[in-house]
Structures are given as C-alpha cells and as structure tokens.
C-alpha cells in the first residue's frame, strides 16, 4: 500500500496578501484636504471580490491634480517623527495630491479630498490579496462629456467608472474585482 503524495503548497506567486496592513498605511491617509476646507469632497465605497464578497485587507491608493490643476504636490503625506521614526502622518494644511487608504473590516474605505482641477477624476490604484501586480482605474465625479476614455467603452463598463453622487458633496464608488456574476468588473487600466 503506497502512502498518498501530500498535496503541494502554495508558491511564493500565490501567497500574496494580507501584507498591506503593517506598513503601508498612514494615520489620516484618505484625508487629502485640509481639515475644515469648505470644497472637501467625499468618496467611499467597497472593495469586492469575484464572489461578491468584501475585500477586508485591500490597499488603495489615490493620486489627483490639486483643485489649480497643479500635479506637483505638496510634502507632508509621510512625514516622520525625527525621533522614533514613527509615521507621524499628515502636516493637517498642505494637499498632497496622494493619500493611501486600506479597507477596514467590512471591506469600506473613504478619501477626504478636494476636486481635481484640470480632470474629472481620481486615480486610483488597488492592491490586494491574489493580486500579483496593482490595478490601475479612475473615478470620474460629475460630468465628464467628452472625456476620450469614457467615449470608448459601451455605457455597461463607463458606468464602472462613474462614482453615484449621494447627496451633498458625497460619492459611491465600489471596485469590483472581477465580474460575480451581477455586477459588472471595474475597468482596469493598463499603463505601459
């Protein structure tokens, strides 16, 4: 009688994630605008997964203009404690154009900005378990006539793309992973 063959484990390619909790997040890291600006925006919104399920351990990160339509930025987002080197967080005044956010428990995440000026959207880019590279997307607020990207995609995909205005100056937007069967796969972006 021959003893069965354990079965292999996994390989270091499919053993990524949950590792974006320990380091990479912030304190205030989806807070872009200065706290108590009148023109702070709201998104929020899931990270799901191809069986509909809550994404609890994703990363996002957010990268926009400032509201001048500037792309240079501001320090602040990283700074260090000089004694500890402990990440202090933001400095509260100066917008960064970046923040970084990981979903909490239930897979939600929220970024605090001010609207980008020069586009209508944010760029987002999502890490998370099983993902061997990130994924890049956008998130268009309001009207984006004519945008070229939006215009090439038939109105199913555009409308994963286009986060719902929920009153004042909050917006929904989910990012679903992979199609599950109901709703329809987020578009993702391919950068060269």
């Known amino acids: 009688m021959s003893a069965e063959a354990p079965a292999p484990g996994p390989t270091p390619s499919q053993t990524v994630g949950p590792f974006f909790g320990y380091a990479l997040p912030f304190p205030k890291g989806g807070d872009l605008a200065p706290a108590g600006h009148p023109d702070t925006i709201t998104v929020h919104g899931w990270v799901y997964d191809g069986a509909g399920q809550p994404v609890p351990d994703a990363l996002i990160e957010v990268w926009q203009p400032a509201p001048d339509g500037s792309r240079h930025g501001a320090p602040g987002s990283l700074r260090r404690d000089p004694v500890t080197g402990a990440v202090l ?5 100066a917008f960064t154009g970046f923040g970084r956010i990981a979903t909490d428990a239930d897979g939600h995440y929220a970024i605090r900005t ?25 998130v268009y607020l309001g009207d984006a006539e004519g945008d070229p990207l939006l215009g090439s995609l038939a109105p199913e995909r555009r409308a994963t793309l286009v986060a719902t205005p929920e009153g004042g100056r909050v917006h929904r937007f989910d990012v679903r992973l992979q199609y599950d069967g109901v709703h329809e796969e987020t578009v993702f972006l391919a950068f060269d």
């Open 89 to 93: 967080g933001r400095d509260g005044p």
């Open 114 to 138: 001010l609207p980008p000026g020069g586009v209508p959207y944010l760029s987002l880019i999502v890490f998370a378990r099983g993902l061997l590279h990130h994924l890049h997307t956008r």
